[in-house]
């Protein structure tokens, strides 16, 4: 149970990260990265994204010490990371983002599903 109270709170620090640098420096993120820069109105939905990254970062924070009660936040967290892999994938495929890129956000996702699955709380014995 440890190491799932760990690997909650530690993609808990990346997500609320991920957050604090879309809402606060996105140009400088993005550049930094390696993507191209933007138009201007890109930044109000980057600071929606951010503010998704940022409550949910402190979500999975808030349930690490409960896990077992809180599956349902680690199947969402499994959900959005199989969703954003898929992404990765498919505009990889067509062409629309090179792998390098979309390879470590999508080297990301899938230990993080896969870490989440094996260390998954089995339910309390009643």
Known sequence: MKRMIWLLRIVGV???????????VPGFFLHLMGYSA????????????AAR???????LI???NTPVQNKLWINILVLIQMIDLAAGIFYTAIGVVPLSLSGFP?????????????????????
């Open 14 to 24: 990346i997500q609320i990260v991920l957050g604090v640098l879309y809402l606060f």
């Open 38 to 49: 933007p138009e201007a109105d890109i930044y109000y939905p980057l600071a929606m994204l």
């Open 53 to 59: 990254f940022m409550a949910f970062g402190i979500a």
């Open 62 to 64: 808030y349930i690490a």
């Open 106 to 126: 999508m080297f990301n996702a899938t230990w993080i599903i896969v870490l989440m699955l094996l260390w998954m709380p089995k339910e309390a014995k009643k």
